[in-house]
C-alpha cells in the first residue's frame, strides 16, 4: 500500500525537515541527512531552515520499499534508544 501526502498539505506548500520527518516515521537527522545526499529536493530560508518539496517526498516514498522505509524506522528507533 502506497502512503500518500496529507490532504491539509497544498501540493506547493513547502515542508519543514520536522513535518518530513514525521510523515515518514523517521527523525529530523535522518530527514536532513537525506536532504544532504539529495535523496529530497530542499532549499534553506535566510534564516538557514530546511524547506522540502512536497513533490521529492512522494516521489521519494513512491521509489522506496515498504521493506527500506521499515528498515530506515527501526534503524532510527534504535538510535534513539
Known sequence: ????LSTSIAPTEPL?????????GVTVRTVQ???DRGDL??????GGHRR???????AWMSSTSP?????R?????????
Open 1 to 4: 500500500m502506497q502512503k500518500s
Open 16 to 24: 519543514s525537515t520536522r513535518q518530513v520527518a514525521h510523515m515518514l
Open 33 to 35: 541527512l537525506m536532504v
Open 41 to 46: 529536493q530542499a532549499w534553506k530560508t535566510p
Open 52 to 58: 522540502i518539496s512536497p513533490d521529492s517526498v512522494q
Open 67 to 71: 521493506r527500506a522505509l521499515a528498515q
Open 73 to 81: 524506522r527501526a534503524h532510527d528507533a534504535q538510535k534513539r534508544g
